[in-house]
């Protein structure tokens, strides 16, 4: 199955397509987790991306186009995919249309996670990953101290930097000038699928699974 996740930051797209990319044995491809890695390695992409990346504002279209058509050629792709954080403007969106029709390849669904802004901020706020294994956590959800461990691999706990509130507060803004757009282009091309996204994390996982079942069936 080849997936978008999509929604506004803190949504829990993410938490979601780790969860799904196990169950469903397909790749989970973030752009945020690919910039970040090349940021901590200090790589020329990297360098190019932190600047925007602490800003909350988008990394430019032409380097993100380029990362991604490098990633969905490897070959863990050929099983499927669940992009998360991609496409996040109309010229990637379309972009990524070029890359798939090449490889011969469609798009089953872009789901829409959505919940109030209110919630977004609490568990942005609250939100810690793992600098080893890049799980996600939550200090109210999973009960965890600000000092704890990652739960899985014992690795050291982070709060990303992009986190603050007015860095929060720029990213929503992003995300409504620049790609919410994106959301009327899957509709025109009828495969977009909404999720409510509140509730716990199982709630929203069923959820997910059962309109993903009922919609390929
Ligand atoms: P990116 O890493 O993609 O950030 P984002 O889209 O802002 O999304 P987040 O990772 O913040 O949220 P999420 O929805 O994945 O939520 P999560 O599951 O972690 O991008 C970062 C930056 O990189 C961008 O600002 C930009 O600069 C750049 N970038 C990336 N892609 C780009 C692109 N295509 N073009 C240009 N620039 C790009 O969950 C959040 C918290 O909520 C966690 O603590 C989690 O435990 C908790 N949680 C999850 N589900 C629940 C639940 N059901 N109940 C309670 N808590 C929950």
Redesign the pocket.
């Known amino acids: 199955m080849r997936l978008i996740f999509f ?1 506004p ?7 979601q397509a780790q969860i799904v990319s196990r169950k469903l044995g397909i790749p989970h491809i ?4 690919i ?1 970040r890695n090349e940021v901590k390695n200090k790589t020329p992409l990297g360098l190019k991306a932190k600047s ?2 602490d800003e ?4 430019p279209d032409e380097i ?1 186009i380029e990362m991604m058509k490098n990633r969905l050629s490897e070959s863990d792709c050929s099983v499927g995919f669940i992009l ?6 109309l010229p ?1 969106a379309q972009s990524l249309d070029r890359m798939l029709s090449e490889l011969e390849l469609s798009l089953d669904y872009a789901v829409n996670f959505e919940i109030s802004e209110e919630e977004i901020v609490k ?2 706020t ?2 810690r990953v793992c600098s080893k294994c890049n799980s ?3 200090l109210l ?1 999973d009960q965890l101290e600000d000092n704890a461990r990652c739960p899985r691999c014992g690795g050291e706990l982070y709060q990303r930097s ?1 986190d603050r509130s007015e860095v929060i507060r720029r ?1 929503l803004e992003v995300y409504h000038e620049a790609t919410r757009p994106v959301l009327d282009y899957y509709k025109e091309k009828k495969i977009l699928l909404t999720v409510d ?1 509140n ?3 199982k709630e ?1 996982t069923n959820r997910l699974l059962s309109l993903l079942n009922s919609s390929t069936s």
């Open positions: 929604g930051p803190g949504v829990g797209k993410g938490t973030s752009t945020g987790d910039l925007y990346m909350g504002t988008l990394v993100i998360d954080g991609f496409p996040r403007t990637q568990r942005l609250n939100r996600i956590f939550n959800i992009d990213r996204a509730g716990s994390v929203v």
